[in-house]
Every structure is written in structure tokens, then in C-alpha cells.
């Protein structure tokens, strides 16, 4: 690992001279993607919903001598976006790289149990399948796959004519295999893989390359109720979860970095479309037994 100012890259495309949007660009996930993309001499547009949190990301990458642009932006709001887009057209220029970040789960789509109970679906205060109103199950859904295609629609436009760009999504481990609990997430998810592939054929002979990233288990604010107590302690599901992972941990946003590159660097990875890679420490190769 060599590092590059306070960033640790595995490898270090040069993407001098390209504009890369990132959405949910304040995240745990991608905010590590936009300040390795900087490092690598991109100019990075974060879109965030806050623009507070936009701004001092922009900060933090500019003081490591580098450009950046945090911006609002709803994925949900199509004029939103095109905002987006007209500032960062005017700052930086068309986009060559989008990363459709934005993403997340809501207790409004979360069941309480993993499995249905006859005796206790209809007791006041538990939450069961029934329980989840078509609003929450369409807020997390949307947010996941129609701000994926949203966001594709108003900066892939600028991708039109220009060989060599790339889109780049981010699944889940629950397109493969959904989890329990948490059924718009997995369903959406499984909807962002899916699209990759049809937007990779799609766009094949327009030179657009689009791949997706599949992280498995990391802990960030979004789903922190599902994996620690109150008082710092891992729930059940975590020790599930840890059990289930072959390397016994969970992952770290820097350990998604190399695969991240690999499939935006041109000179790496030009041959290499409409796949959705796993970043999951053995989850999807263990059976459990």
C-alpha cells in the first residue's frame, strides 16, 4: 500500500483531467471513494442531501491539495440533480466517472423479527410484514434503485460521445442472497444489479463501461441499530453476520478502495463490463456448514 498525501491507495490510476460524480458522496462508503478518486488527480463532485456535510468533505480534500465540489442534491428530485449537474458543468466540466452512491435502509422498512409469528404479528408495538406502509417501503426502494437511475439519466448525458467513461453502482451483498428484516433494501438492491446489467448492454456501443461494486458487511451510521446495543454491545445479528463471514470481521471502507480503481481505470479494466463484484470477506462463498 503506498500513500498519497493522508489517503493509503493499493494502486493509483491517473485520472488527471477527469470530473467524477459521486452520489451519497457524505457516506461512510463513498466518502472514502471520493478522497481516493482525489488522490488519483480527479476533480470530484460530492452530492450529498446535506449540504453542510457536502462542504466539509470539499474542505478536507482541499486541504490535502486537491479539487473538489460538495453539493446539494435530492437523488429522488430530478430538478435537484440537474442543478447538480449545471454547477459542476460549470466548475469542472462534463462528467467522465459517476458513482451511484446514494442509497440506505429506514427502520419504516424494517421488520421486527426475522421470521413471521403467527402470535405476535398483531401485538401493539411489533412490527411484522404487515406492518410496513407502502410509503416507507417505496422511500427505501426509491432511494436505492430510481435515485440509481435518476442520477444515470441527467450526468450519463454528458458520457455521449466520449469513449472512456464509466458508471459505476453500489450493490449489496443482498442482491445475491436477501437478508432478514430489511426487505425494500434487498429488493432494491437486487433491482441495482440487475440495472447494471441492462445499462452495461445498453451502453456497450456507445463506449459507457457500467459495473457495480457489492460490499458485504461494514458498520456505518445507517445500519448501526441493527448491528450494536445501545451501550456499544454487538447484537445477535452482528455475531450472525460475523459467523457467516469466513474472515470473522467485519469489512473497512478503505478495503473497497482497490476494487473501486480497478473497475474505473480504463487502462485497468477497459474489457470489463455488466459485472457486479463482491467485496464481502467470504460471505457469499459460505454456506454456514
Given at each position: 500500500?503506498?500513500?498519497?498525501?493522508n489517503m493509503k491507495l493499493p494502486f493509483k490510476p491517473d485520472f488527471r483531467g477527469k470530473v467524477a460524480v459521486i452520489t451519497g458522496g457524505t457516506g461512510v462508503l463513498c466518502s472514502v471513494f471520493a478522497k481516493a478518486l482525489a488522490a488519483c488527480g480527479a476533480k470530484v463532485a460530492i452530492l450529498g442531501r446535506s449540504e453542510e456535510k457536502a462542504k466539509k468533505l470539499e474542505a478536507e480534500i482541499k486541504a490535502e491539495g486537491f479539487e473538489a465540489l460538495g453539493l446539494s442534491a435530492n437523488v429522488l428530485d430530478k430538478?435537484?440533480?440537474e442543478a447538480a449537474h449545471g454547477l459542476?458543468?460549470?466548475?469542472?466540466?462534463?462528467?467522465?466517472?459517476?458513482?451511484?452512491?446514494?442509497?440506505?435502509?429506514?427502520?419504516?422498512a424494517t421488520t421486527d423479527a426475522e421470521f413471521f409469528d403467527a402470535e405476535k404479528f398483531d401485538l401493539p408495538g411489533h412490527k411484522s410484514f404487515f406492518d410496513i406502509t407502502q410509503e416507507g417501503f417505496e422511500n427505501v426502494f426509491g432511494l436505492n434503485m430510481t435515485g440509481t437511475v435518476l442520477a444515470t439519466q441527467v450526468f450519463a448525458r454528458d458520457m455521449i460521445g466520449r469513449p472512456g467513461s464509466v458508471i459505476l453502482n453500489v450493490s449489496s451483498m443482498n442482491a445475491f442472497t436477501p437478508l432478514t428484516k430489511i426487505p425494500a433494501y434487498s429488493?432494491?438492491?437486487a433491482a441495482v444489479s440487475n440495472f447494471t446489467r441492462w445499462l452495461a448492454v445498453?451502453?456497450?456501443?456507445?463506449?459507457?463501461?457500467?459495473?457495480?461494486?457489492?460490499p458485504g458487511f461494514f458498520s456505518t451510521a445507517q445500519n448501526a441499530a441493527l448491528l450494536w446495543n445501545p451501550d456499544g454491545t454487538p447484537t445477535p445479528r452482528t455475531q450472525k453476520i460475523l459467523n457467516h463471514t469466513p474472515l470473522g470481521?467485519?469489512?473497512?471502507?478503505?478495503?473497497?478502495?482497490?476494487?473501486?480503481?480497478?473497475?474505473?481505470?480504463?487502462?485497468?479494466?477497459?474489457f470489463v463490463t455488466g459485472i457486479i463484484v463482491p467485496v464481502d470477506g467470504g460471505f457469499s462463498a459460505y454456506s454456514g456448514v
Open positions: 500500500m503506498r500513500e498519497d498525501g430538478e435537484s440533480l459542476v458543468l460549470e466548475r469542472f466540466g462534463k462528467c467522465d466517472i459517476l458513482i451511484n452512491g446514494a442509497g440506505g435502509n429506514s427502520p419504516e429488493a432494491a438492491k445498453h451502453f456497450a456501443k456507445a463506449g459507457i463501461r457500467v459495473n457495480a461494486i457489492a470481521r467485519f469489512g473497512e471502507p478503505e478495503e473497497l478502495v482497490g476494487t473501486m480503481l480497478w473497475l474505473l481505470d480504463n487502462e485497468s479494466s477497459r
